[in-house]
């Protein structure tokens, strides 16, 4: 099977920085790949505060995960700094991709790329619903910056 091969755009407009702890290691020493989406997705966290939103309500609604693409690049190591940036992408009817690079913040070393497919969906009837017009303008803005 081939490896996915992941391209990043051009820059991002979300940045932020998170350690990685002891729990997020794997008996190999390095960051455990289920660990890495727990920090994507406290990235992705940030990213919609960052905005002014909580996921559980963006405009009225929520947020799921509806795919995620990871690349790793390279390890991270116990006791590093991550520093994740996210842009949104290829917006849709129901969301956006969310993409991320994952780097060793003091030397700038790429450990993982890749992004999440953000859906909105109805809080009352869990079923997917339209992107916002008002968060599409938002990060429209936010990457024309």
Do not use: C
Not at 70 to 88: I, N
Not at 90 to 105: A, C, I, K, P, T
Not at 121 to 140: H, Q
């Amino acid at each position: 099977m081939s490896r996915i091969v992941f391209d990043l755009p051009p820059r991002f407009v979300f940045a932020t920085e998170m350690q990685i702890y002891i729990s997020h290691v794997n008996q190999g020493g390095h960051l455990d790949n289920a660990q890495l989406l727990t920090l994507v997705s406290e990235a992705r966290l940030r990213f919609f505060r960052w905005l002014g939103y909580k996921e559980s309500d963006v405009e009225g609604l929520a947020i799921v995960v509806g795919d995620i693409v990871a690349q790793y690049k390279s390890e991270g190591f116990h006791g590093e700094t991550m520093r994740v940036e996210m842009v949104p992408a290829d917006f849709n009817r129901y969301g956006f991709d969310l993409v991320f690079r994952m780097s060793e913040q003091s030397q700038g070393r790429e450990v993982a790329r890749g992004k999440t497919g953000v859906v909105f969906i109805d809080k009352v009837t869990r079923k997917v619903a339209p992107l916002p017009e008002v968060i599409r303008t938002r990060l429209s803005d936010a990457i024309a910056l």
